[in-house]
């Protein structure tokens, strides 16, 4: 063969490739290089001939080939000269080129870890051997009794007496000054074991740890459970066993959920399990727990709830109070809305008896309690209100309730938790002014003693309640509150939530739907009708006919769902506007609280709108009543009086909507813990909220509101009574200032879940309450004294807004020489009868900022309460029908 065909010199490796080479032989057409002459890597392995023509050996197999490179393995030989057409001969030996795969390293010191695996290959190079792995479980485990040894050794038992400090929270006023320090104080007095009935004892056991006297005081797959649920960012748990939640009652110094917070709650609890007494575990339990209404130990409670020592409690107080362990913020039959409007009297109540009763089965059940016994307390013990301390008398407990629940309620802003409340140590700066909260005080007192007389009139003057708020337009700070005449004797906060209907003081916001976005087009499907609106000017004109029949936007008579038509009726049975159709504007309408008018506009809006305008305007939701009925646009919804107080101030910033807020900065010893931000939302515009200002203007200068005019200053407002006349309202604002003022009747016993609103028929002396009377006074005696010494400022003169619908008058009927046989000479009644409601009942009363939903910021305070589908009833009106003669299902509120 040519020297040029030759290939180039290929470079020889080692390993499987030179064995294949081996046992080739020569290629076709070319003779085989001498041995020693061609660098093969079979000269390196040292391999002898086994033929003729000096063949070298073939191995077996891959295992023969690397034991006979081993033999020879380590020697290197000379470098040999270049064989034919100029090829060198690759250098040999086990570190060569020559090296394979199949030539192991040569042996050296052996390994402590032996990993990756010497002399495997593959996979199994990199699997530890049982060896490897029962020796690292070892030390593992082994590391694991050292650590816990070490813990064990440095933790200590905790002393409840050592770490029951807490500090004071210190409320000030939006001046600056001092106005309390309270709130962090721990009300707890130490007992031994021989002062706590065997019944309370029992009665944890029972509930919560019925192995308590034979564990060991840990619960393994607890603390598995709430390491993991801590690591994951889930919910934190508490300890499982008696033995763990004492000992996490007593380390109050570091309440952080933590991993290693936990994991020394763990060792402490293994020391306190194997050195301390089950006796003095459960002593330091009870005396430990946190029972509510701050109060820390089993004496604490007894006497919070009983006003008895502890060793006086019977068996049925011993298993009230072990539900209170469970969580007194839905336990507390007093209810705890201020922190979960969810907590209610009456939702706390019935969790409360529930719990107590399977406490009491399961004390029988596991024999520590008879069932005689057991057969005596089926029904929650006698328990007494709660009591502030002194330093919360007056309208002070109550504001501070309010800021406290602003707190609580709104943690993802502010980060602050009931048990960061609890702990104390904060400086709480609030939006109350000092001296308007002392004038509505006065305010309220001073109509309360020259009117309200239960010892003279007790039929008709008796649970009489005041409410009021005070709102500033321009930011939304709370600027006074009146919820009773004592925190310390009246529990339920007046100014938040409590489920008094508000009346015609709603009407404002159907005119602001009507201007905002309009009546629907009748000759519209609903669907379309959405879009095609007209805007309303307050120069339009509804009928102010007593009895009106209502009907929807399409003109079609509006029934209920059985059937029965709606007929609505004014205040006193008179109808307004002039005969026959009884056109009346809606000034006009607003001005003499015409029910007929509103009902038909909300109804052409659509009542979907009149909500919307109310929410926009401020109030909350869940406070929002009825909302499928016709009397829903003259207020049978239950917003508070902060709630009310800021909706109106949104008309009176023209449009711009901020809600209401009681707390301005929080500090602690380290520094700024919150600072509130006022956000400000475009809930209507200039031009709509101007004209219902202007409108109401005239309610107060002409209409049923002139009590509420004040010297020199503008005031727009408006009046509401409701159905029954079970409340009455004063709504009303000048630029710088928006105040509603409540009054109703009502059983302030939390005790009574068969609370209901009484009719005021006769209260004060007065034939009948309206908005216009014993509200309106005391609206106007305080705004008199809180604008005293600020400048009057007018309101903005609103430009032209909407169309003027309905302006065609209906044309007189002319009488024809035939007449139907239904004609009478007489008025008489519509065949369907006029429809009340019954009577109205309240929802729980909470107070607080803590109406569902309210997890917003900047809430001044909660409107919950959400009462049944209204019903109607089939009852005839007569001459005060439903106490306003507002008819219709649900009956209605008046002005």
Request: hydrophobic residues 30%; contains cysteine; aromatic residues 8%.
């Amino acid at each position: 063969m040519s020297e040029h065909r030759r290939k180039p010199p290929q470079p020889q490796g080692g390993g499987r490739a030179a064995a294949r080479r081996g046992q080739s032989g020569s290629s076709s057409g070319r003779r085989a290089a001498p041995r020693g002459a061609t660098g093969s890597p079979s000269d390196s392995y040292g391999s002898e001939p086994t033929g003729s023509g000096g063949e070298e050996r073939q191995y077996g197999g891959r295992a023969e080939a690397r034991r006979a490179a081993q033999r020879s393995g380590g020697r290197r030989r000379a470098a040999e000269p270049p064989g034919r057409g100029g090829r060198r001969a690759a250098p040999g030996g086990p570190n060569g080129p020559g090296r394979g795969r199949g030539r192991a390293a040569p042996p050296g010191k052996k390994r402590f870890i032996d990993y990756p695996r010497a002399g495997k290959y593959g996979v199994r190079r990199w699997v530890p051997s049982w060896k490897l792995v029962m020796g690292m479980f070892i030390g593992f485990m082994g590391s694991l009794v050292a650590v816990a040894g070490i813990g064990f050794a440095m933790v200590g038992v905790p002393k409840i007496d050592e770490t029951a400090e807490a500090q004071n929270n210190v409320y000030y006023w939006s001046n600056g000054d001092e106005m309390v320090s309270t709130g962090g104080e721990t009300n707890r007095q130490i007992i031994n074991l021989s002062q706590i009935p065997k019944a309370m004892q029992n009665a944890v056991i029972s509930q919560e740890n019925k192995t308590f006297r034979s564990d060991s005081g840990i619960d393994p797959k607890g603390i598995a459970r709430a390491v993991f649920n801590m690591a994951s960012g889930g919910e934190t748990q508490g300890g499982s066993t008696i033995t763990q939640q004492y000992v996490k009652n007593a380390m109050l110094n570091d309440q952080s959920q933590t991993i290693s917070r936990k994991f020394k709650e763990i060792f402490v609890s293994v020391k306190v399990g194997t050195t301390v007494s089950k006796d003095d575990i459960m002593a330091g339990y009870l005396n430990s727990g946190y029972y509510g209404r701050n109060a820390y130990g089993i004496q604490a409670a007894a006497r919070a709830y009983f006003n008895k020592n502890a060793i006086d409690l019977n068996e049925g107080e011993c298993a009230f109070l072990a539900a209170m362990l469970k969580g007194a913020t839905y336990y507390d039959p007093a209810g705890s809305v201020s922190i979960d409007p969810a907590a209610t009297p009456a939702a706390n109540q019935k969790r409360a008896l529930i719990q107590m009763q399977d406490t009491l089965n399961k004390m029988v059940e596991y024999g520590h309690l008879s069932p005689d016994v057991r057969a005596k307390y089926t029904k929650l013990p006698e328990w007494q209100n709660p009591r502030f301390n002194t330093a919360l008398s007056g309208q002070v407990g109550y504001l501070v309730d309010l800021a406290n629940s602003y707190l609580v309620n709104n943690s993802d802003k502010t980060t602050i938790t009931e048990k960061k409340l609890r702990e104390g140590g904060l400086s709480i700066y609030t939006t109350f002014d000092k001296k308007q909260v002392k004038q509505l005080q006065s305010a309220v007192t001073k109509v309360y003693k020259a009117n309200i007389k239960p010892e003279e009139r007790p039929k008709t003057d008796t649970h009489v309640q005041f409410g009021g708020a005070s709102v500033d337009p321009a930011t939304g700070a709370i600027r006074a509150c009146y919820g009773g005449s004592d925190a310390t004797k009246h529990f339920t906060n007046n100014c938040d939530v409590t489920g008094a209907q508000v009346g015609s003081t709603f009407k404002p916001f159907v005119l602001a739907a009507a201007m905002k976005w309009g009546v629907r087009n009748p000759e519209l499907e609903a669907d379309q009708a959405q879009d095609e609106r007209t805007k309303v000017s307050p120069k339009s004109f509804f009928s102010g006919k007593n009895k009106l029949k209502i009907k929807d936007y399409k003109g079609d008579i509006w029934r209920n769902e059985k059937g029965e038509e709606w007929n609505q009726v004014n205040d006193g049975d008179q109808s307004y506007g002039t005969p026959p159709n009884y056109r009346i504007d809606l000034r006009e309408a607003m001005r003499e609280s015409v029910n007929s008018a509103f009902v038909q506009l909300g109804m052409d809006v659509g009542l979907d709108k009149v909500k919307e305008a109310a929410m926009d305007s401020g109030i909350l939701e869940p406070s929002l009543t009825g909302t499928d009925y016709p009397s829903f646009s003259i207020g049978t919804s239950q917003p508070s009086a902060i709630r009310m107080a800021g909706a109106y101030a949104t008309f009176a910033a023209s449009g711009k909507q901020r809600a209401p807020f009681s707390v301005t900065e929080v500090k602690s010893k380290d520094g700024d813990v919150f600072t509130h931000e006022t956000v400000t939302k475009d809930a209507f515009t200039a031009p709509v909220a101007d004209n219902v200002t202007d409108v109401l203007k005239t309610v107060v200068e002409e209409g049923t509101g002139t009590n509420a005019q004040l010297t020199g200053r503008e005031v727009a407002g408006k009046t509401g009574t409701t159905d029954g006349n079970r409340s009455a309202w004063f709504v009303g604002y000048t630029p710088q200032l928006s105040t509603a003022i409540s009054m109703f009747r009502m059983d302030d016993n939390e005790k009574n879940q068969n609370r209901e609103f009484l009719k005021m028929f006769g209260t004060g002396g007065q034939e009948k309450i309206h908005g216009a009377s014993f509200p309106a006074e005391i609206w106007h005696d305080y705004m008199e004294q809180a604008l005293k010494g600020t400048e009057p400022k007018p309101f903005p003169t609103p430009e032209p807004v909407g169309e003027i619908v309905n302006d065609i008058p209906t044309p007189t009927p002319t009488p024809t020489p035939t007449q139907t046989e239904e004609a009478s000479p007489s008025p008489s009644p519509t065949p369907s009868e006029s429809l009340i409601s019954p009577t109205p009942t309240p929802t729980e009363t909470c107070f607080g900022f803590q109406c569902p939903g309210n997890g917003g910021a900047d809430n001044g305070g909660t409107d919950g309460g959400v009462t049944s589908s209204p019903t109607p009833t089939e009852t005839e009106t007569d001459g005060n029908g439903n106490g306003n003669g507002n008819g219709g299902i649900f009956g209605g509120p008046s002005g």
